[in-house]
């Protein structure tokens, strides 16, 4: 009776497991960013508004302060973004101050975490792009360890590189050609570069930043990368300029 009662459970266990079973199958991924902006104010809910109204003032007055501006919308996407080929020149831009002057900046695509809107730009609108504590840091690489990164770059389907560094790479991650200001990579030669501590601790699948030599972390807050945006968003405004950035083939994607 056991055995009996024991093998109508399973029966019915597996015809439930069966009739469960989707005929559904994943075919791919897709994924965007939504840019929250003034779109969204156009119905706003009068109950939601009167309770965060003793809130606005506070928080307005901290990331309201505006920048500077943007001549674009920007967002950053693989393999090349304008965002990105703005965030890897803006650290190769700050360098001097520091007594350095890398040949290369890198930024990850994964640590840009908001897009830009036309026109003004806040406080608040550049701590959503740049959101965590990274702070630059210097590297130098030899020709060898930089190819290495490259190729990471390329399997990773691209990530920020600063102006004059061209690429090509193939729709499956390879790396095809690497040139640097016009040149080939020597392999024996050593190359200056600049990025943030988090990469340099071999993290986001760029683990060869974490082979140089001559490594210079700088701790104090000032040098996280979001302060040092707003900084060059502010020499631009002083000048009466807007940021602008584009995409401009500094990797490419061949079949």
């Known amino acids: 009776m056991m055995n009996k009662r024991l093998l109508i459970y399973v029966c019915f266990g597996t015809f439930l497991l069966l009739s469960c079973r989707s005929h559904y199958q994943l075919s791919s991924i897709e994924r ?3 840019i929250v902006d003034s779109r969204y104010d156009q119905n706003p809910d009068e109950v939601a508004t009167k309770f965060l109204a003793p809130y606005k003032h506070v928080n307005d ?6 920048m500077g501006r943007v001549a674009h919308s920007m967002a950053s996407s693989r393999p090349e973004s304008d965002l990105s080929n703005l965030l890897s020149d803006v650290l190769v831009w700050a360098s001097s101050k520091y007594g350095e002057q890398p040949v290369l900046g890198i930024q990850n695509m994964g640590g840009i975490r908001s897009a830009l809107v036309k026109g003004e730009v806040t406080y608040g609108n550049l701590l959503d792009v740049a959101p965590f504590e990274n702070k630059i840091a210097f590297t130098t690489l030899t020709g060898e360890t930089l190819l290495k990164l ?8 691209g990530e920020g590189v600063s102006r004059g560094c061209e690429l090509v ?3 499956d991650g390879q790396l095809v050609s690497a040139r640097l200001h016009g040149k080939e990579i020597d392999p024996k030669a050593d190359y200056r570069v600049v990025t943030i501590d988090y990469l340099l601790g071999g993290n986001d699948g760029m683990s060869a930043l974490n082979e140089g030599h001559d490594v210079t972390l700088h701790q104090d807050s000032s040098c ?11 020499e631009k405004a002083a000048k009466g300029e807007e940021v602008d950035a584009k995409v401009e083939g500094r990797i490419k994607v061949v079949e």
């Open 61 to 66: 007055s901290i990331m309201g302060p505006v």
């Open 32 to 34: 965007t960013r939504i």
């Open 224 to 234: 996280n990368t979001r302060f040092i945006l707003m900084d060059y968003f502010k």
């Open 169 to 171: 790479i193939s729709k």
């Open 150 to 157: 490259f190729r990471q770059i390329a399997n990773r389907g």
